[in-house]
């Protein structure tokens, strides 16, 4: 952890029980128990920002998807040649991302 003077002493209760697994943690992960309680609560709070930036991602992707069928419809194709189409652009977006994870 870092300098002592840069954080705020927090009274905490807990059961016995999580005490216990705190403890192992911190032993297992070579850090102090405040130290493995401090990471467990940052991790807490970018796991949340982590999944309404997956929501955001499934609206946005959803409301793209509805007004690019429509903009398709407008053009004159059929639901099966906007479906196709869909699913073409999906499996290039696809290849694109297998692509990028062999090079890494």
Known sequence: ???QADHTIVRLRVPPE????IEKAAEENNRSQSAEMVSRLE??????????????YELVSEK???????ILKKQGLDT?????TIVDAAN?????????????
């Not at 099966?80 to 196709?84: A, D, G, K, L, V």
């Not at 290039?92 to 890494?104: G, I, V, Y």
């Open 43 to 56: 991790e807490s709070f970018l796991s949340n920002r982590n999944e309404s930036t997956d929501e955001i």
């Open 1 to 3: 952890m870092s300098n």
């Open 18 to 21: 999580l005490k216990e697994k």
């Open 92 to 104: 290039l977006l696809l290849d694109d991302d297998a692509e990028k994870n062999s090079k890494k």
């Open 64 to 70: 793209f998807l509805l007004n690019l069928m429509r």
């Open 80 to 84: 099966q040649s906007i479906n196709r």
